[in-house]
T-cell receptor, first 113, second 115 residues
Framework: AQSVTQLDSQVPVFEEAPVELRCNYS??????LFWYVQYPNQGLQLLLK??????LVKGINGFEAEFNKSQTSFHLRKPSVHISDTAEYFC???????????FGKGTLLTVNP | DVKVTQSSRYLVKRTGEKVFLECVQD?????MFWYRQDPGLGLRLIYF???????EKGDIPEGYSVSREKKERFSLILESASTNQTSMYLC??????????????FGPGTRLTVL
């Protein structure tokens, strides 16, 4: 069985500040990791994914994430946020032959002027 | 680009009504999913389908059923809507095989209110 823990339910930051959204997972098999973003009243959009290879993954809108197998983490970072980054962010994991995704409960990022 | 569409963005129904939520994808994906999203609970899987006429229960199937008569279309049915089914409903699809490792593509969501 797999599980995902997003350690912060809400993260308020000021515009142009750096941000890190934390995600830890547990799994007994090799994992594939995803970050999705959801803007208000919209569906989920893929930000980035880790399937294999380089542990530093770059995504859209200037976001990146680092896969750390020893710490079972996949934290999302952006060096300088904009007001338009205000959204809810979901970490998800899949693995093995199971084609389902297991989602974390989400982190609401609020960027203030 | 993959496109997943849902029949309604907003829907208001009365308690006891039968409700149909429709989802269509245009990328010939084998797998389709229905989730509900509630504040503080994240996404919870209701049902998924891995082929036409094939379905499996997710984590919270009670009060729901599904239908998949064609590959591109996956319907969620609330047989007798209740107020505790007021929620955001999200449809998603994914392709089989290992290249995408189960990446899912989401529709815009249907916000259902049951009065």
């Amino acid at each position: 069985a797999q599980s995902v823990t997003q350690l912060d339910s809400q993260v308020p930051v000021f515009e142009e500040a750096p941000v890190e959204l934390r995600c830890n997972y547990s799994s007994s098999v090799s994992v594939y990791l995803f970050w999705y973003v959801q803007y208000p009243n919209q569906g989920l959009q893929l930000l980035l994914k880790y399937l294999s290879g380089s542990t530093l993954v770059k995504g859209i809108n200037g976001f990146e994430a680092e896969f750390n197998k020893s710490q079972t983490s996949f934290h999302l970072r952006k060096p300088s946020v904009h007001i338009s980054d205000t959204a809810e962010y979901f970490c998800a994991v899949s693995g093995g032959s199971n084609y389902k995704l297991t989602f974390g409960k989400g982190t609401l990022l609020t960027v203030n002027p | 680009d993959v496109k997943v569409t849902q029949s309604s963005r907003y829907l208001v129904k009365r308690t006891g009504e039968k409700v149909f939520l429709e989802c269509v994808q245009d990328m010939d994906h084998e797998n389709m999913f229905w989730y509900r999203q509630d504040p503080g609970l994240g996404l919870r899987l209701i049902y998924f389908s891995y082929d036409v006429k094939m379905k499996e229960k997710g984590d919270i199937p009670e009060g729901y059923s599904v239908s998949r008569e064609k590959k591109e279309r996956f319907s969620l049915i609330l047989e007798s809507a209740s107020t505790n089914q007021t929620s955001m409903y999200l449809c998603a699809s994914s392709y089989p095989g290992t290249s995408g490792r189960n990446e899912q593509f989401f529709g815009p969501g249907t916000r259902l209110t049951v009065l």
